[in-house]
């Protein structure tokens, strides 16, 4: 519209400028009447008939050079549409409603359709991506698209045609909505991007996991045989994608394949996993590999770096599976088996001795488990806070809500005097932080869910004891991290690493009591998850004072909690004849309704023929679910489809807006998807 005005301006301008001119002339003539009257006569007549000629002039040209502007506009208008006709673009016309108006040449080649024939389909029958909310946004809209065997990048512009030829005119509801659309072909070009990616290099990684334990199993003459085996067994599987393999250490592999044959390996679901657990010469141990690869980078040393990150991934969650990191993003193939559980503590030693030194240099401890602390993270907790006061330190539990979970284990401390600033809440240790102090977090690795995430960012010195196994959410800014997901338990990591101080942190009883209770409850009293060094972290807290029987009665069960457990065995299913759902309505006047679902699943899971049990209970419109399992089903994996933890016999989720209904059927569909393809 603008531009309309500006050339109506310029045309008027032309035209009335000869008749201004004119009548200024005719002043100047008028003026110099009175000097020269014979001349000044003279200039009035011939100014007078200028003037008589150019207004004649200007009332016949005037329909010409509209009739000519006409046609000259109406030619333009040809010239575009026979234009947009013959345009090498698909290009189209839409009302509001996605019902198609006009289309070009292309467009009707582009869908195959006859140029003689009527559109009376919408748009959305040829190309289903394009929604009625993408054809109501205003301004423009690009997406890619998919049509026959070619790639398009479409762009959408909606527009006003009342605003186009009526000025000053607001859009309002019923006006003419005109929507124009252009396809271009982007086929050629997603293929050469394809291409290059497909040509990128990515680095692999492959681990032993219990290459000591599998020697230790088996005759030494048989060493160099396996060895061999396992050799041939790895080569042979990477040559099927033209990687290159160099053998690093005796358990350590580095592999270099190119990025296209990314999508094979998945296909094959990385298959080699099962071919090692195969591998026998008389070993009593099965072999168990791990894999972490890193893609997704231009630079192939980032690739490697991906590469290393990942394999961490794998192995901090109890290795038997693969971890391919892209970019930022984590996957997690295999994993099924639980592990097998590592007999040296070559690896608790030296946590111990680097825990030691980070301690030395600090003043304050501040020690924090996941929200809603349970035995473990509070029993764990206490032993950090032991060691800490053994080191002449100033140490802090950080608990915010002391749950019937921990509340007879924390009433064993209130008799003395000893722990009387011990437990601190999130508010009070925020303000306990300085430049010396220690943040030492304990059975939990996920930032979200601890205690206290504000410190996480405040301390610079963080430390992670914890047996969950590891997922995409992890505590990044650790300065010393130990993750072993073999453990039945952080008190039984906690009582190894104690035992290895060189300055002996001496227990007393009540937290010998505390960390023997935290071991109690996670492997359910010594059936889950339990291994040598379970026992002889257990043996060790005996030795230190801890009391069996004292334990016992801490967590011995009201009459209400009991009638809770009845109700959810009998509200108990079965599914595929080896899982078993249930729910638990909790009491009102229960605080911990978690640790009832927790005790239920265990029990289920004494069904003959039960492999593992999912029980749910809702607190506050927040659905919690406890899995356990038993033989070789991993629940840690099955939890991970709805974003929850653990390892590999427990584990749980927390889910908001959502019912146990839609969570059980979304199990159900989870659960027969996973056993047909195999993953448990």
């Given at each position: 519209?603008?531009e ?26 008028v ?33 010409l ?7 000259y ?5 040809k ?29 009707y ?8 024939k ?11 991506e ?62 050469y ?39 041939r ?54 072999i ?26 794998a ?23 639980a ?5 040296t503590r ?36 206490v ?12 140490a ?31 508010e ?8 010396n102090?220690l ?7 996920r ?40 453990a ?24 010998a ?6 071991i ?11 291994g ?19 334990v016992r ?23 595929m ?6 729910y638990v ?23 003959e ?53 839609m969570?059980f ?16």
């Amino acid at each position: 519209m603008n531009e309309e005005k500006a050339l109506k301006h310029k045309l008027y301008t032309l035209i009335v400028l000869p008749i201004v001119l004119a009548l200024l002339l005719l002043f100047v003539c008028v003026t110099s009447f009175g000097i020269d009257s014979r001349e000044g006569v003279i200039g009035i007549v011939i100014i007078a008939l200028y003037l008589l000629l150019v207004v004649i002039s200007y009332f016949r040209l005037k329909p010409l050079i509209n009739s000519t502007l006409i046609n000259y506009s109406l030619e333009q208008g040809k010239i575009q549409k026979e234009l947009l006709k013959d345009l090498a673009v698909p290009y189209l016309l839409l009302d509001e409603n996605g019902k198609i108006m006009w289309a070009n040449h292309k467009f009707y080649e582009t869908i195959g359709v006859s140029e003689n024939k009527r559109f009376r389909k919408s748009i959305d029958s040829y190309f289903p991506e394009i929604t009625p909310e993408i054809l109501q946004s205003s301004g423009e809209t690009s997406m890619d698209i998919e049509y026959g065997e070619k790639c398009y990048n479409l762009m959408i512009k909606r527009t006003d045609l009342s605003n186009v030829f009526e000025e000053e005119t607001e859009e309002e509801k019923g006006d003419d909505i005109v929507v124009a659309m252009y396809l271009f072909d982007v086929t050629e070009l997603k293929h050469y991007m394809q291409e290059n990616a497909d040509q990128k290099l990515v680095a692999g990684l492959v681990y032993i996991d219990n290459y000591d334990e599998v020697m230790d199993s088996l005759e030494e003459v048989k060493h160099s045989v396996l060895t061999a085996l396992v050799d041939r067994k790895i080569n042979m599987y990477l040559a099927n994608i033209d990687a290159i393999t160099k053998k690093l250490e005796n358990d350590k592999y580095l592999f270099v394949f190119r990025q296209k044959f990314m999508q094979t390996l998945k296909d094959d679901k990385f298959s080699l996993l099962d071919d090692a657990k195969n591998i026998n010469v008389g070993n009593e141990i099965r072999i168990t590999l791990s894999m972490g690869i890193g893609a997704g980078s231009d630079s192939f040393n980032e690739s490697y770096e991906n590469a290393r990150v990942a394999i961490g991934l794998a192995l901090g969650r109890g290795g038997d599976q693969v971890a391919v990191k892209y970019g930022e993003q984590v996957s997690y193939f295999g994993g099924k088996s639980a592990g097998t559980e590592k007999t040296t503590r070559v690896k608790a030693r030296v946590k111990a001795h680097a825990f030691e030194e980070l301690l030395e240099n600090k003043e304050k401890v501040i020690i924090m488990g996941h929200k809603r602390p349970d035995a473990d993270a509070f029993g764990s907790a206490v032993g950090i806070y032991r060691l800490a006061v053994t080191l002449g330190k100033k140490a802090y539990i950080v608990i915010n809500e002391v749950t019937s979970a921990i509340k007879p284990v924390i009433n064993s401390f209130k008799g003395s005097n000893i722990y009387g600033d011990m437990i601190v809440t999130s508010e009070q240790a925020i303000h306990l932080v300085d430049a010396n102090t220690l943040l030492a977090v304990v059975d939990v690795n996920r930032p979200s869910i601890t205690e206290c995430e504000e410190l996480l960012s405040m301390v610079n010195t963080v430390v992670v004891f914890d047996h969950h196994r590891q997922s995409n959410e992890v505590i990044s800014n650790a300065t010393l991290s130990y993750i072993e997901p073999f453990a039945s338990s952080a008190c039984e990591m906690v009582a190894e690493i104690l035992q290895y101080i060189n300055e002996k942190p001496k227990i007393r009883p009540v937290e010998a009591d505390a960390m023997y209770a935290g071991i109690l409850i996670d492997t359910d009293n010594f059936l889950t998850k339990t291994g040598v060094r379970t026992f002889e972290a257990a043996s060790y807290l005996r030795k230190c004072g801890a009391d069996v029987t004292r334990v016992r009665k801490m967590f011995r069960s009201n009459l209400s909690e009991l009638k809770e457990r009845a109700q959810g065995i009998n509200n108990a299913e079965t599914y595929m004849d080896i899982f078993a759902l249930s729910y638990v309505t909790p009491d009102d006047a229960s605080d911990a309704p978690t640790v009832v679902a927790a005790k239920v699943a265990n029990e289920l899971l004494n069904v003959e023929g039960i492999k593992a049990s999912f029980v749910v209970t809702e607190v506050e419109g927040v659905l919690y679910v406890s899995a356990r399992s038993v033989d070789d089903v991993n629940v840690q994996v099955i939890m991970e489809k709805f974003n929850g933890g653990g390892h590999a016999n427990v584990a749980g989720v927390q889910l908001e807006g959502k019912t146990k209904e839609m969570f059980f059927m979304e199990l159900k569909e989870t659960l027969s998807r996973m056993y047909a393809e195999g993953e448990i």
